[in-house]
């Protein structure tokens, strides 16, 4: 608890009055009158304290102020760790782009036929990127997937998706929407033949190597043929 005195103003008013009695009513023309006026104050003073005397009273202690708290940090977003090569960099960017609208149109179109081709659609697509991100040769065999299939797939989707919104049936709209459906199924096959297309010169490598090692097991008469006959 804090202590506070609270001095009186009465003795001030004393001293006050004494003054202007003095003035009114009592010559201040002579050094005299002063000194009387003046020990006149100091006993009025004196007086007014002992019948008025400060008032002491408690507080509690205010509580220590803290300093403001810097407001806590929002997380920053994850950032995808950059591959060191800008057209890598760009590639993951333009995947992460795709796959997000994908997801996107997949929550907006009701169509469940249309929802698992866009569901297969994504997962083919991250894995061709993810094939080439490993791979950075093979980014000119998937130009034209990125520059026109990719998003002509994605601007096919999002007029569907706008027709289906319109809430009604007609002509155009049914007719549009039924080309888009149709046109899925080849785009589905487009996309696979892409990504198998990628493991193409792996698949020759693997040729080469079985070759080899057939010929290698036919010197030692360990063919398959070979064996089967003997058995």
């Not at 319109?166 to 929407?177: Q, R, T, V």
Request: glycine share 4%.
């Amino acid at each position: 608890m804090a202590k506070k005195v609270k001095r009186s103003v009465i003795p001030i008013y004393a001293v006050g009055a004494v003054w202007l009695v003095f003035g009114l009513f009592l010559p201040l023309y002579r050094p005299i009158h002063y000194i009387a006026a003046a020990l006149a104050s100091v006993l009025a003073y004196l007086l007014a304290r002992a019948l008025c005397p400060d008032r002491v009273y408690e507080t509690p202690e205010p509580e220590p102020r803290q300093a403001p708290q810097p407001p806590p940090r929002a997380q920053e977003p994850e950032q995808n760790v950059s591959a060191g090569d800008p057209e890598i960099d760009a590639l993951i960017q333009e995947r992460d782009r795709a796959v997000s609208e994908m997801r996107r149109l997949n929550d907006a179109i009701e169509d469940p036929t249309v929802s698992a081709q866009i569901d297969h659609l994504e997962a083919t697509t991250k894995k061709i990127i993810a094939y080439v991100v490993e791979h950075p040769k093979k980014l000119p065999q998937i130009r034209k997937l990125l520059n026109y299939y990719l998003p002509t797939t994605l601007k096919l989707l999002n007029a569907y998706d706008r027709m289906g919104s319109a809430g009604i049936s007609g002509e155009n709209i049914d007719g549009a929407m039924g080309k888009i459906e149709t046109m899925m199924d080849t785009v589905v096959r487009a996309f696979d033949k892409q990504l198998d297309a990628l493991f193409a010169d792996e698949a020759l490598d693997i040729s080469a190597d079985i070759t080899v090692m057939e010929n290698l097991l036919a010197q030692e008469g360990l063919s398959g043929e070979q064996l089967r006959s003997q058995s």
